[in-house]
Nanobody, 116 residues
């Protein structure tokens, strides 16, 4: 099994910054690509950014230029640096790890609230 634990969420004013972290433990060798998703109240969960085991990154258009995803394999930790936050970024942010055979691991999420 793999455990993913997010941290770093909170309340911030528009234009501010937050850095989310996701610590992985357990059978982490199973995980290749990792990602951040978010889910706003009453809406579906969608991909914010992902990063492959080789370091290639991909971002949703709405966060390009503001968010940066990174991973520290030595620390088994995934990060999401979020700058110039907007009220529409308010959501629960989830860490996701992908394993072979389409297995997905999820954290419990961390709430980010951006006030206007």
């Amino acid at each position: 099994q793999v455990q993913l634990v997010e941290s770093g969420g909170g309340l911030v004013q528009a234009g501010g910054s937050l850095r989310l972290s996701c610590a992985a433990s357990g059978n982490i060798f199973r995980i290749s690509d990792v990602a951040w998703y978010r889910q706003a109240p009453g809406k579906q969960r969608w991909l914010v950014a992902d990063i492959t085991s080789g370091g290639s990154t991909n971002y949703a258009d709405s966060v390009k230029g503001r968010f940066t995803i990174s991973r520290d394999n030595a620390k088994n930790t995934l990060y999401l640096q979020m700058n110039n936050l907007k009220p529409e970024d308010t959501a629960v942010y989830y860490c996701n790890g992908k394993a072979p055979y389409d297995i997905n691991y999820w954290g419990k999420g961390t709430l980010v609230t951006v006030s206007s």
